[in-house]
């Protein structure tokens, strides 16, 4: 009998132990064509600046490559098991039927339909502009200034009430709206004008900032849900910790404040979706793992990227 006691003591003990282990969420990236530009007969895999990577791991997330030759069921069973999506910066134009965009289309509404949260990041947040919208015109292309250069943001009445923002201290929100702590390398986005006479943005999205490029032209500068745990900045928060290479931007306190302030509320959203990926399950899939090397993928030092040839999945 008191060995029966023991067992089950032990046991329950076990299960506590696993239930009070820190789960690190998985956070899925989908990967920049490569080339760019052009569609399915003309691309020979994906990249991943890791700068992205490391942004992540920083919040204490787990990452993977999503690749736009996955089918739609491979990609289907993947958002049923991770955590949060980001799309990355880049420098694509997007076509309206291209393979990478349909991918990254059907990415979006599974998102939406999972309550996954998701994150878009320069090019990454014009991709989500114009899907949400399904208007291909509405993003402005070439038309504004910025290389690797810092800005305040304007802070819109909506900033107010965003969820992007909630972790700011009174004297962080101050940093946003008085401090050059955003950085930006931009010639494209959507005029404010544009933006909010969308319907489908209207719906879907509020814009909590605007800001000015190098020549004093306003853009959209930030949005997120009105219902849904999706976030989307023209700037770059994850360049001023950990780009390194041909990038010369001043490292100042206010960026990285920034940076990790919306980082950490990005992966507590992400910890929020009740998702799972068992751990025998991540090795049929591309992890990245920045100490012993990933999977699958190349790492260009010169560029500071993963690279994935396209394969069959």
Not at 26 to 48: A, Q, R, W
Not at 162 to 168: A, I, T, V
Request: hydrophobic share 35%; proline share 3%.
């Amino acid at each position: 009998m008191k060995f029966t006691m023991c067992l089950i003591l032990l046991f329950s003990l076990l299960l506590l132990y696993i239930d009070s282990k820190p789960i690190k969420p998985v956070i899925g990236i989908f990967g920049n064509s490569e080339p760019e530009n052009g569609d399915e007969e003309y691309l020979n895999g994906t990249y991943y600046p890791i700068s992205y990577v490391y942004w992540l791991e920083s919040g204490g997330a787990e990452v993977m490559a999503i690749q736009y030759w996955y089918s739609f069921e491979e990609i289907d069973k993947i958002l049923q098991k991770i955590n949060g999506v980001l799309f990355l910066g880049g420098g694509r134009d997007f076509s309206r039927n291209g393979t990478w965009e349909t991918k990254a289309r059907y990415v979006i509404e599974k998102s939406l339909n999972y309550s996954i949260p998701f994150w878009g990041t320069c090019q990454g947040f014009q991709l989500m502009g114009t899907l949400l919208s399904d208007n291909f015109t509405l993003l402005s292309v070439g038309i504004f200034e910025d290389h690797n250069v810092l800005h305040n943001l304007k802070l819109t009445e909506d900033s107010k009430k965003s969820d992007m923002f909630k972790l700011f201290t009174p004297y962080e929100y101050d940093l946003l709206e008085n401090t050059n702590s955003t950085i930006y390398n931009h010639q494209s986005g959507f005029l404010p004008d544009e933006y909010h006479n969308d319907p489908k943005l209207k719906e879907l999205t509020i814009v909590t900032s605007n800001a000015l490029d190098t020549v004093g032209k306003e853009f959209i500068n930030t949005f997120e849900g009105r219902k849904n745990k999706f976030y989307a900045v023209q700037f770059h928060p994850e360049k001023n910790p950990y780009k390194r290479i041909r990038y010369y931007v001043e490292q100042n306190m206010e960026s990285l404040v920034v940076s990790q302030k919306l980082l950490f509320n990005f992966v507590q959203q992400a910890k929020n979706n009740k998702n799972k990926f068992k751990e025998e399950e991540k090795d049929k899939y591309d992890f990245f793992d920045t100490y012993r090397g990933t999977k699958n993928a190349i790492f260009n030092k010169s560029i500071e990227q993963f690279f994935f040839y396209k394969r069959d999945k």
